[in-house]
């Protein structure tokens, strides 16, 4: 089955300063691959995601990329603010079994004022 | 839009109680729902799909008999924690995936279960 890795697990950046998580996944045929936000307490909220047809995906200070050769996808958030500190989790699917997602271990961001 | 509820958002309970947890996607229609149990300063650890109208897929490991899984519409699932103990203790939350919409899925606030 799918398997998917994520680096760091914990990411401490200057407020303004920018933050990159890492991502690979191992099965070839996954094609959807989300980012979450997850506030202490509370549920993941979907921030971005990006298709295996595309390369890249902006909204706004985030970022995502996909290199499909490589097997791995990256968060880039620019311009961090105090409110950009959470988990983040990346994940993968190559929607069988419902869209079943495989997740990252996260990374716990940390943005100091 | 995109929104899914979860309740109760915090429960606690005593040892040996069934505990029931409610999904509901409040403004869109879900096929497919996922329940997923998720302990402290860790990801999210899949437990089962829950179908519409059929029989739950369970994760290896997760026993069926005991955490209950009905989707009786298409906006609403509940997960079932029978004969809690309190290694159930967890947070639970749920997700769905929209009918129509290319593999997104969107998550619950999730439910704080606390078995003493």
């Known amino acids: 089955g799918e398997n998917v890795e994520q680096h760091p697990s914990t990411l401490s950046v200057q407020e303004g300063d920018s933050a990159v998580i890492k991502c690979t996944y191992s099965?070839?045929?996954?094609?959807?691959f989300p980012w979450y936000k997850q506030e202490l307490g509370k549920g993941p909220q979907l921030i971005i995601d990006?298709?295996?047809?595309?390369g890249e995906k902006k909204d706004q200070r985030i970022a995502v990329t996909l290199n499909k050769t490589a097997k791995h996808f990256s968060l880039h958030i620019t311009e961090t603010q105090p409110e950009d500190s959470a988990v983040y989790f990346c994940?993968?699917?190559?929607?069988?079994?419902?869209?079943?997602?495989?997740f990252g271990g996260g990374t716990r961001v940390l943005v100091k004022p | 839009g995109a929104v899914v509820s979860q309740h109760p958002s915090w429960v606690i309970c005593k040892s040996g109680t069934s505990v029931k947890i409610e999904c509901r996607s409040l403004?869109?229609?879900?096929?497919?729902m996922f329940w997923y149990r998720q302990f402290p300063k860790q990801s999210l650890m899949l437990m089962a799909t829950?179908?519409?109208?059929?029989?739950?897929?369970?994760e290896q490991g997760v026993e069926k008999d005991k955490f209950l899984i009905n989707h009786a519409s298409l906006t609403l699932s509940t997960l079932t924690v029978t004969s809690a103990h309190p290694e159930d203790s967890s947070f639970y939350i749920c997700?769905?995936?929209?009918?129509?919409?290319?593999?997104?899925?969107?998550f619950g606030p999730g439910t704080r279960l606390t078995v003493l």
């Open positions: 997700s769905a995936v929209r009918v129509g919409s290319l593999n997104e899925q969107f």
């Open positions: 099965d070839s045929a996954s094609n959807y």
């Open positions: 990006i298709r295996s047809n595309v």
């Open positions: 994940a993968a699917t190559t929607g069988a079994a419902g869209n079943k997602l495989t």
């Open positions: 403004d869109f229609q879900a096929t497919t």
């Open positions: 829950s179908n519409e109208g059929s029989k739950a897929t369970y």
